[in-house]
């Protein structure tokens, strides 16, 4: 039984999981997360230790990346048809772009209104909950010798296992309308296993257990929940990885997101210019982005040239004499380079 209970209770060397192919994270915006009431009231802050830790899944995940700054642009001035805006980019953003082009002066950057809250959104608005944490099954075990010679040992052996229930939400950040959900459990199991000698009126014996932390299964539970939701969003049509054009010129374009979603020297993306309806003022406090129809007959594909801070400097290697990459178009992906690790041969 002792030896039971070690195996049981003992941290498992298992064999590594092939690596996953790569794949860039998407630009969000945390709602909330929060758990219910009662479970706060329970002695344990759920809702504190689970804020503080999902900022932490996002960044060890290949999901999401929390983004609270973007490229901003301040001094924002309008002509009289309120269409064209002369923007003053913040001083990190100039600095980057004046090392990707030297001539290129900050005023020169033309967005129309709606390219600019185009690049200033992030792709998905997540809300998180957890649910509850109950009782989900148990099992014991104790036995000794009951005969005509009476041996003085006895063992025992106890495993408890909880159950937490989460569930996700991924929202529109135009309309706000909810475009996937996910509810995902994970479980707490607690063991103990001891053995001892009776000795008249005095019990010899030691006893070994593991718990599992509050804290540890809210992390675990957050894990599981947000890539739950990642795989419900990748599943679903045109809600794939994508980003828009801030800068374009000379047959070069700038896009919103650099290496903190992971993009590399030698990815290629692919985009299109795009038309857009809207219901009330295009990107007024009123206005809904209720559709967008691609414009372009066939794609631009880029490829990265330099995956900067917040933004990635990219070369079109299909140029149209006809036609120009618009400020706001759509960017996703066409092509990730391999990484080393998961490019290089087993030996």
Request: net charge neutral.
């Amino acid at each position: 039984m002792v030896a039971l209970g070690g195996m049981l209770m003992a941290n498992q060397k298992c064999e590594k999981a092939p690596p996953e192919a790569r794949q860039l994270k998407k630009n969000i915006r945390v709602v909330g997360m929060q758990a219910s009431k009662f479970m706060d009231n329970s002695g344990f802050n759920f809702s504190e230790v689970a804020q503080n830790q999902l900022s932490g899944v996002f960044f060890e995940s290949n999901h999401f990346f929390e983004r609270n700054t973007y490229p901003n642009f301040t001094n924002q001035t309008y002509n009289v048809q309120n269409s064209i805006q002369k923007a003053s980019l913040s001083e990190a953003s100039q600095i980057q772009l004046k090392n990707w082009f030297p001539t290129a002066k900050a005023s020169d950057i033309e967005l129309t209104k709606e390219s600019s809250c185009l690049v200033t959104r992030p792709q998905h608005l997540l809300f998180g909950k957890i649910n509850s944490l109950e009782a989900y099954s148990g099992a014991s075990l104790q036995f000794g010798f009951n005969s005509a010679v009476q041996i003085p040992v006895s063992a025992n052996f106890k495993m408890d296992k909880m159950r937490m229930d989460l569930s996700m939400h991924a929202f529109d950040p135009w309309t706000q309308q909810n475009m996937a959900s996910v509810n995902s459990e994970v479980f707490k199991k607690d063991y103990a296993v001891g053995f001892g000698i009776d000795l008249g009126i005095i019990h010899i014996g030691p006893q070994f257990y593991r718990t599992t932390g509050m804290a540890e299964i809210v992390l675990k539970g957050l894990q599981t929940a947000v890539k739950d939701i990642a795989n419900k969003l990748l599943s679903l049509q045109r809600q794939e990885w994508q980003s828009r054009v801030m800068v374009s010129r000379d047959n070069y374009v700038v896009i919103v997101g650099g290496a903190e979603l992971g993009l590399k020297k030698g990815d290629r993306l692919k985009i299109e210019n795009e038309v857009h309806d809207w219901m009330g003022a295009p990107c007024s406090e009123t206005g809904i982005l209720t559709g967008s129809t691609s414009v372009t007959s066939k794609p631009w594909i880029v490829e990265i040239e330099d995956a900067g801070n917040l933004m990635s400097k990219a070369k079109v290697l299909n140029v149209d004499e006809n036609q120009s990459i618009e400020v706001g178009a759509l960017v996703r992906v066409d092509s990730l380079i391999a990484d080393a690790a998961v490019a290089a041969p087993v030996k």
